[in-house]
């Protein structure tokens, strides 16, 4: 396994190594900041903005993956799923904050808590948000067997799994993997 993966990388956090962040932040804060934008899209910032978010989503994603809290977390397609959770609802958090204070409830800084979120079924806004995203992805995909890898791995699905489904090897999924990251990272590659 590559030095640079973020198989590797994740592993490394996993096993309490904080050097680890690094390179993860390197690759996802902008994507992290970017699907926060996105959510927050046409809503006012007043105490915090797309950056906070994904600020707070970033601190969230350590500190549970460094405890342990985050058991499916080998792989990039796993880290993918996190983020877009995490972020997702850190931005939800954002907008009820700031509605209660603009009705009248306590002011102060955002506060996020994914402790109270861990193990918990998604709230239909953020369900709402998640789909929206994964429709917004899939509508990148203008190859119909890319939509339906990019759909079975979002229902969980191992790359065996998909290969064995396909009638092809393993290697072949991970290579039509590669090809929607790059197309979902903007990207103008096949």
């Known amino acids: 396994m590559s030095q640079n993966s973020v198989t590797h990388w ?3 956090l996993k096993d309490g190594n904080p050097a680890a962040a690094g390179p993860i932040w390197g690759r996802y804060f902008p994507k992290f900041v970017e699907l926060a934008r996105n959510r927050l899209a046409g809503f006012p910032r007043r105490a915090a903005d797309e950056e906070d978010v994904a600020l707070s989503a970033f ?13 499916r977390l ?20 954002l907008i009820r904050h700031e509605k209660a204070v603009k009705r009248g409830g306590r002011s102060g800084g955002v506060e996020f808590d994914l402790e109270t979120l861990a193990g918990t079924e998604p709230t ?6 998640a789909a929206d995203e994964f429709c917004r992805l899939l509508g990148k995909l203008h190859d119909p067997d890319l939509k ?7 229902e969980g699905h191992s790359n065996e799994e998909i290969a ?13 993997l590669r090809v929607i990251r790059s ?6 590659t096949a």
């Open 148 to 154: 339906t890898l990019a759909v079975w791995k979002m």
């Open 124 to 129: 239909p806004e953020f369900a709402a948000l």
């Open 10 to 12: 994740l592993d490394q």
């Open 183 to 188: 197309l979902w990272a903007g990207e103008d």
């Open 164 to 176: 064995a489904r396909w009638g092809c090897v393993p290697r072949t999924v991970e290579r039509r």
């Open 74 to 93: 080998d792989d990039r397609d796993d880290l993918w799923r996190v983020l877009l959770m995490i972020t997702g609802q850190k931005a939800l958090d």
């Open 59 to 71: 601190d969230s994603f350590f500190r549970d993956a460094t405890a342990g809290r985050l058991p």
